[in-house]
């Protein structure tokens, strides 16, 4: 579980041990991880925290190892790390940050499905799950490095859900849309944001991080043993 220090990784770990799932809980920042492990201890689940910064090739190789001599395998990964990028149009945009964002977010789900699918197939299959986005989905203003690296994701994962198939490896991607995160919290405090995306969902209120949490979750699980290759919008409906 990448991204698990907090919001929708945070979430998704600990629904993951609720299911009786052993959790490997990776975060570039290793105090908020630990939190999250201690939280999983709490409540009777188990837990592993483990450094990973998902943009550095050799650390994601080495998360993936710790957790093949731990645990003897790997079953399933869900790949939420990634980073935001500063609200202005493309224009706007120096390459470097651009080139940042993208390495972040793509390259890096890259590099954690590159050594998590062999993981998977010596395991003899499993699944992944990757958070993307709805900006994986269509366009977000303001936001080009974001949303091209999540549609990458997107693009990512319909590759490899073909590619391994055969393996007995499902890959889907969850895309919600604004969740109410403690990352999204700060940003909001003083504004006027969460009554601006509530009056344009179709159900009236933004997402919590449990919800797209059971969504990840629901897709390592066998009731979406047929459900590879899909990306699947939570967003209380302002796709429809």
Known sequence: MTG???????????????????????DIDETTATETTEMIKESGGEALVVALDIGDESSVRMAVERTVAAYGGL???VNNAGLASHHRQLDQMGLAE?????HVNLAGTFLCMKYELPALQSRGGGAIVTIASNGGLYAI??????????????????VAAVDYAPDGIRVN????????????ERVAAGTDMVAMQEAITRLGRMATPQEAAA??????????????GIALSVDGGRRA
């Open 4 to 26: 698990a220090g907090s919001g929708i990784g945070r979430a998704t770990a600990i629904e993951l041990a609720g299911q009786g799932a052993t959790v490997i809980v990776t």
């Open 75 to 77: 079953d399933f990964a």
């Open 98 to 102: 651009f080139e940042r964002v993208v």
């Open 141 to 158: 203003p303001h936001a080009p490095a974001y949303v091209a690296a999540k549609h990458g994701i997107v693009g990512l994962t319909k």
């Open 173 to 184: 991607a969850v895309c919600p849309g604004p969740t109410r995160t403690p990352g999204f």
């Open 215 to 228: 969504t990840a979750v629901w897709l390592c699980s066998d009731a979406t043993s047929y459900v590879t």
